[in-house]
């Protein structure tokens, strides 16, 4: 059995950035109280920013614009390559274009209570009033909103909310938000004020005197290991769903580098949070490597639906209205088919595991658009998701327009990451996390459209301000070359990958990687038990153990190697899932995207227990092999009250 069982309590953690008074002006206050760096002394301070999706692409230009020196990294080939490009259904924002009732409180409000009442109201309530900001900002930059046929920005529904807030560029919005951020940082790198490092992985943080000082990276081309100093890390590197093998996100997307951060003193807050999305395309095989994430935007015009009794094979046209149970307008009939994403995950489960699923294996639901098309036409519904239709078409080679589309849910967000006080900054000073790698603003379920909000919140505005207040109070001087810190670090990166190397084993990086997926989706994916949460717990160490025996790893570290960078990353994902696994058993409540099977309500939905653990769980991690800490983050509701959240 795991020793990550003998776990201990530490003293409770506090959010001290976070400024006291009313909610509405709190940011305001916190921007005016942060001490400011003069124009002329910012071209002496340097910032590492790791990752250049919309976090790191918008903080990394923002602060170059504002003089600082910005030394860029990312794994692609190309900023306008990182992982946001992938996001397809809009951006929220409380702008109540549609005077349907929207405001920066209901932004608030939707947000904390589709969170489960899991996430500070501080920190929710700036990104609700940062949304109306982001929105000029991206007008203002070019990006190509769709537009209603008078000129104005057109909005539409996501789950979770009554409200027509989400932004949206057909389904393209994350695409045209990165290359938003993409031509405003390839500004600063035309100008020489960004350093841009393409085909570079981050593998270690160097920390000296308690500070975070810079990183330890490898370049993906030639294998060559260096060092790259300055005044403050910034992370910006995205979630960890892909510990799970199968998940929505691009394959190389990876957890090393808030994983390095954490095993050099940066807490990992709630890492059991993980955010199954209900609209994804179901698995065809054994053969896949990633799923696909059809958006959640369909889910404004298409009907889910599975056929009424167990069993029934008939293609869905042949099955007639009164033989199909739109389950999600039956059980919730105030959201309906826009219930937020953890709520209609685990409906679809529920109907699948009494039989009712459709496709191959039972595991899919029908999306069907038939009603839509009829009421609006065919040529709305393709002028409004044409580009979807058209991917799911490509990909199982059935005309949405014709037969209705089959999803199931999958793996897709992360709302755990690096634990983050007000201004973004970890519990090592000198390291930030912004965007996906920290876990601040969505509880323990995040609602739709509120990912690029986050990102471009914390890169355009956030970041610039908080991190201002930290420089201005650091000494200047600079951390010499020869420093023996550097030197140690560097030793170990290099010692682990050639250790991973020196194995010739038997077994390549991808079995052991959809090993470990296949374990933590039986037991820490839609459902968690004591009983399998355990059984995880005590085959992960046994997995780590083989890895390290049976891994191989062809070719040397001096050339592109892909096998060594998927090893790499499975080192830190089999120590991340364990310890994710470890919150989860700890949590005996139900939240959000965390089920617990043992704590439900009587009608199945799941049951928070807040007198236990309204608490943000931050983990410190004490040493290869040892137990980790745990810090408790005591929540306070002050303006948005928990309740038993209801949908119906």
Same mark, same amino acid.
């Given at each position: 059995?795991?020793? $990550?069982?003998?776990?201990?309590?530490?003293?409770?953690?506090?959010?001290?950035?976070?400024?006291?008074?009313?909610?509405?002006?709190?940011?305001?206050? @916190?921007?005016?109280?942060?001490?400011?760096? /003069?124009?002329? /002394?910012?071209?002496?301070?340097?910032?590492?920013?790791?990752?250049?999706?919309?976090?790191?692409?918008?903080?990394?230009?923002?602060?170059?614009?504002?003089?600082?020196?910005?030394?860029?990294?990312?794994?692609?080939?190309?900023?306008?390559?990182?992982?946001? =490009?992938?996001?397809?259904?809009?951006?929220?924002?409380?702008?109540?274009?549609? /005077?349907?009732?929207?405001?920066?409180?209901?932004?608030?409000?939707?947000?904390?209570?589709?969170?489960?009442? %899991?996430?500070?109201?501080?920190?929710?309530?700036?990104?609700?009033?940062?949304?109306?900001?982001?929105?000029?900002?991206?007008?203002?930059?070019?990006?190509?909103?769709?537009?209603?046929?008078?000129?104005?920005?057109?909005?539409?529904?996501?789950?979770?909310?009554?409200?027509?807030?989400?932004?949206?560029?057909?389904?393209?919005?994350?695409?045209?938000?990165?290359?938003?951020?993409?031509?405003?940082?390839? @500004?600063?790198?035309?100008?020489?004020?960004?350093?841009?490092?393409?085909?570079?992985?981050?593998?270690?943080?160097?920390?000296?005197?308690?500070?975070?000082?810079?990183?330890?990276?490898?370049?993906?081309?030639?294998? %060559?290991?260096?060092?790259?100093?300055?005044?403050?890390?910034?992370?910006?590197?995205?979630?960890?769903?892909?510990?799970?093998?199968?998940?929505?996100?691009? *394959?190389?997307?990876?957890?090393?580098?808030? #994983?390095?951060?954490?095993?050099?003193?940066?807490?990992?807050?709630?890492?059991?949070?993980?955010? =199954?999305?209900?609209?994804? =395309?179901?698995?065809?095989?054994?053969?896949?490597?990633?799923?696909?994430?059809?958006?959640?935007?369909?889910?404004?015009?298409?009907?889910? #639906?599975?056929?009424?009794?167990?069993?029934?094979?008939?293609?869905?046209?042949?099955?007639?209205?009164?033989?199909?149970?739109?389950?999600?307008?039956?059980?919730?009939?105030?959201?309906?088919?826009?219930?937020? +994403?953890?709520?209609?995950? @685990?409906?679809? *489960?529920?109907?699948?595991?009494?039989? +009712?699923?459709?496709?191959?294996?039972?595991?899919?639901?029908?999306?069907?658009?038939?009603?839509?098309? &009829?009421?609006?036409?065919?040529?709305?519904?393709?002028?409004?998701?044409?580009?979807?239709?058209?991917?799911?078409? @490509?990909?199982?080679?059935?005309?949405?327009?014709?037969?209705?589309?089959?999803?199931?849910?999958?793996?897709? $967000?992360?709302?755990?990451?690096?634990?983050?006080?007000?201004?973004? &900054?970890?519990?090592?000073?000198?390291?930030?996390?912004?965007?996906?790698?920290?876990?601040?603003?969505?509880?323990?379920?995040?609602?739709?459209?509120?990912?690029?909000?986050?990102?471009?919140?914390?890169?355009?505005?956030?970041?610039?301000?908080?991190? /201002?207040?930290?420089?201005?109070?650091?000494?200047?001087?600079?951390?010499?070359?020869?420093?023996?810190?550097?030197?140690?670090?560097?030793?170990?990166?290099?010692?682990?990958?050639?250790?991973?190397?020196?194995?010739?084993?038997? %077994?390549?990086?991808?079995?052991?990687?959809?090993?470990?997926?296949?374990?933590?989706?039986?037991?820490?994916?839609?459902?968690?038990?004591?009983?399998?949460?355990? *059984?995880?717990?005590?085959?992960?160490?046994?997995?780590?153990?083989?890895? #390290?025996?049976?891994?191989?790893?062809?070719?040397?570290?001096?050339?592109?190697?892909?096998?060594?960078?998927?090893?790499?990353?499975?080192?830190?994902?089999?120590?991340?899932?364990?310890?994710?696994?470890?919150?989860?058993?700890?949590?005996?409540?139900?939240?959000?995207?965390?089920?617990?099977?043992?704590?439900?309500?009587?009608?199945?939905?799941?049951?928070?227990?807040?007198?236990?653990?309204?608490?943000?769980?931050?983990?410190?991690?004490?040493?290869?092999?040892?137990?980790?800490?745990?810090?408790?983050?005591?929540?306070?509701?002050?303006?948005?009250?928990?309740?038993?959240?209801?949908?119906?």
């Amino acid at each position: 059995m795991s020793n $990550y069982l003998d776990y201990r309590l530490g003293a409770d953690l506090a959010d001290t950035r976070a400024p006291a008074g009313p909610i509405e002006g709190r940011w305001d206050q @916190r921007r005016f109280d942060a001490k400011l760096v /003069n124009p002329a /002394n910012r071209r002496g301070r340097t910032v590492i920013v790791v990752g250049t999706g919309l976090a790191g692409g918008a903080a990394g230009a923002t602060l170059a614009e504002q003089g600082y020196h910005v030394v860029q990294f990312c794994f692609q080939d190309s900023p306008r390559r990182a992982h946001s =490009i992938a996001a397809q259904g809009g951006i929220n924002a409380a702008k109540n274009y549609r /005077n349907d009732g929207d405001s920066v409180r209901r932004l608030f409000y939707d947000t904390v209570k589709g969170g489960d009442f %899991r996430s500070r109201e501080s920190n929710v309530h700036r990104l609700a009033q940062i949304s109306v900001e982001i929105i000029d900002q991206c007008v203002a930059q070019g990006v190509p909103f769709a537009r209603e046929y008078g000129g104005l920005l057109d909005t539409r529904s996501f789950g979770g909310v009554q409200v027509s807030r989400t932004f949206y560029a057909r389904g393209q919005t994350g695409q045209q938000l990165l290359l938003g951020a993409y031509q405003a940082l390839s @500004r600063q790198i035309a100008a020489g004020s960004v350093q841009m490092h393409a085909r570079t992985e981050m593998l270690d943080l160097v920390v000296i005197d308690g500070r975070a000082r810079g990183i330890v990276a490898r370049d993906l081309v030639t294998g %060559r290991i260096s060092t790259h100093l300055a005044d403050a890390v910034v992370l910006a590197t995205g979630g960890y769903g892909n510990v799970f093998y199968l998940s929505t996100n691009a *394959k190389n997307s990876n957890t090393t580098a808030i #994983w390095r951060a954490h095993r050099r003193g940066a807490y990992f807050a709630n890492p059991c949070f993980t955010q =199954i999305h209900p609209t994804c =395309i179901p698995r065809s095989g054994d053969h896949q490597s990633k799923l696909t994430l059809m958006s959640e935007s369909l889910r404004n015009d298409g009907r889910i #639906w599975v056929p009424s009794a167990p069993g029934d094979t008939r293609p869905p046209a042949e099955i007639p209205e009164a033989e199909r149970d739109y389950y999600l307008e039956r059980t919730y009939p105030a959201f309906g088919n826009l219930v937020p +994403r953890d709520i209609a995950s @685990r409906a679809a *489960k529920t109907v699948c595991d009494e039989g +009712r699923g459709v496709g191959p294996g039972g595991q899919g639901v029908y999306l069907d658009f038939a009603d839509a098309i &009829q009421r609006l036409g065919r040529a709305a519904v393709e002028a409004k998701y044409g580009n979807l239709f058209e991917m799911y078409q @490509r990909i199982t080679a059935e005309d949405p327009y014709r037969v209705p589309m089959r999803i199931y849910p999958a793996i897709h $967000y992360t709302m755990g990451g690096l634990w983050v006080d007000y201004d973004l &900054q970890t519990t090592l000073p000198g390291l930030f996390a912004i965007g996906e790698a920290n876990f601040s603003d969505h509880g323990a379920n995040r609602l739709g459209a509120s990912a690029l909000m986050q990102g471009l919140a914390d890169g355009y505005f956030v970041l610039p301000a908080t991190l /201002n207040d930290y420089l201005a109070r650091l000494p200047t001087a600079p951390v010499p070359a020869d420093h023996p810190e550097i030197a140690r670090v560097e030793g170990e990166v290099t010692d682990r990958l050639a250790r991973l190397l020196a194995v010739d084993g038997d %077994r390549t990086p991808d079995s052991f990687h959809r090993e470990l997926g296949e374990l933590l989706w039986d037991h820490c994916g839609m459902a968690r038990s004591d009983a399998g949460l355990r *059984k995880a717990l005590a085959r992960i160490p046994e997995l780590r153990a083989e890895f #390290w025996q049976r891994i191989r790893v062809p070719g040397t570290g001096e050339e592109l190697n892909q096998s060594l960078e998927k090893a790499n990353r499975l080192v830190d994902h089999l120590e991340l899932a364990e310890l994710m696994c470890l919150d989860a058993l700890h949590r005996t409540e139900s939240c959000g995207g965390h089920f617990r099977t043992e704590s439900r309500t009587p009608d199945g939905e799941a049951a928070r227990r807040d007198e236990e653990f309204s608490y943000a769980a931050a983990w410190e991690f004490t040493g290869p092999g040892s137990a980790p800490v745990l810090h408790r983050e005591q929540l306070v509701f002050d303006h948005v009250h928990p309740t038993q959240r209801s949908y119906a």
